[in-house]
């Protein structure tokens, strides 16, 4: 395969199968922990409850966002022909602006914003690349 379409491929599996490992995550997350009286399409109401919640509420997401960089990381490491922790590295960043635009949109506390951005997206990517690195010369 021409390493210019299998490279291409490699990122938008990282991306698919990343964001299907995030939103299962969240998914389970809600069905664990369900904000009672809250409709979770309702985006307003979502955003206004968002700052009262405790902790427990905020494990899933973090996962969600960890596991599916992570996930999607290696996916695409392993599948890039070469360059496979720059591949990885960018599925990170792609999440990386997701999760900020996710921030925006729901404000969650300040507490969790930071540490979401700070070790979800660029330190799990990095992990994932050396995993694939790794997978790849066994």
């Known amino acids: 395969m021409n390493p210019i379409i299998r490279n291409i491929l490699a990122v938008i599996a990282g991306w698919l199968i990343g964001s299907v490992i995030n939103l299962s995550l ?3 997350g809600h069905g664990s922990f369900p ?3 809250i409709d979770l399409n309702d ?3 979502l955003a206004n409850v968002m700052p009262t919640l405790n902790f427990k509420y905020f ?3 973090f996962l969600a966002h960890a596991m ?6 290696v996916i695409a ?3 890039a022909t070469n ?7 960018g599925i990170g960043v792609l999440f990386l602006i997701g999760g900020v635009l996710a921030s925006l949109m729901l404000p969650a ?5 930071v540490t979401d951005l700070a070790f979800a997206y660029i330190p799990m990517a990095w992990i994932g690349g050396k995993l694939a690195i790794k997978k790849s010369k066994s």
Do not use: N, Q, S
């Open 68 to 73: 599916g960089t992570l996930i999607g990381a």
């Open 59 to 61: 494990i899933f997401p």
């Open 35 to 37: 904000i009672e009286g």
């Open 77 to 79: 490491g392993l599948i």
């Open 43 to 45: 985006m307003e109401a």
């Open 83 to 89: 360059h496979k922790m720059k591949f990885a590295l």
């Open 26 to 28: 969240i998914k389970i």
């Open 109 to 113: 506390p300040t507490w969790f914003v």
